[in-house]
């Protein structure tokens, strides 16, 4: 069974940066994509950063030119990083996969919030 862990979350100043990581254990399948979402209180849950296996990406406007996502076949890991962060940037946020049969998987959720 496939689980997602996520680590890097905490707090920073506006302007600061942050880097989130995330391992996928449980399995040696394939993943087609892997990425971030993220939920902020009282908002649905909306999708941050995802990469496809061949490296294309997909970023939410609010982010691009200031979030970058990577990631790691061979570890299966992802990894999302953050700069110039914003208070609007306060959320939790989920690690996701996407297995080929297609299956989705997420993590339990990292907080980042952002604040002076």
């Known amino acids: 069974q496939v689980q997602l862990g996520e680590s890097g979350g905490g707090w920073v100043q506006p302007g600061g940066s942050l880097r989130l990581s995330c391992a996928a254990s449980g399995s040696t399948r394939s993943f087609y994509a892997m990425g971030w979402y993220r939920q902020a209180p009282g908002e649905q849950r909306e999708s941050v950063a995802i990469m496809n296996r061949r490296g294309s990406t997909n970023y939410t406007n609010s982010v691009r030119g200031r979030f970058t996502v990577s990631r790691d076949n061979a570890k299966n890991e992802v990894y999302l990083q953050m700069n110039s962060l914003k208070d609007e940037d306060t959320a939790v946020y989920y690690c996701?996969?996407?297995?080929?049969?297609?299956?989705?998987?997420w993590g339990q959720g990292t907080q980042v919030t952002v604040s002076s």
């Open positions: 996701y996969a996407k297995t080929y049969d297609p299956k989705d998987y």
